[in-house]
């Protein structure tokens, strides 16, 4: 892995998750205290926003590891590329 000193992100895992579930928590909760009816309990709203803060939070990792996945395959291709250059020469 070359250098130690340099830090190439592999993937946004469980911590990445994590902290978008607690960013996300505080407007979903609002939304569902908004959108649900006033004789519920106040557990049912508050288990609804964290419920889909944490899919919503599942989606934004998902996509981020796309995105990462995908700057990697290309890095890697390039470097192949580059050795294969330096091979042939």
Do not use: C, D
């Not at 992100?9 to 006033?38: C, K």
């Not at 899919?55 to 934004?60: D, G, L």
């Not at 590329?81 to 042939?88: I, P, S, T, V």
């Amino acid at each position: 892995m070359g250098n130690p000193k340099s830090f190439r992100l592999e993937a946004a895992g469980w911590g990445f998750w994590l902290v978008t579930s607690l960013v996300l928590a505080g407007p979903s909760v609002y939304i569902a205290y908004q959108v649900t009816q006033e004789h519920l309990s106040r557990e049912i709203p508050f288990a609804m926003g964290i419920v889909v803060a944490a899919f919503v939070s599942a989606f934004v990792t998902y996509i981020a590891n796309l995105i990462i996945q995908r700057n990697n395959e290309r890095r890697r291709s390039a470097e192949a590329k580059q050795a294969k250059k330096q091979k042939k020469r």
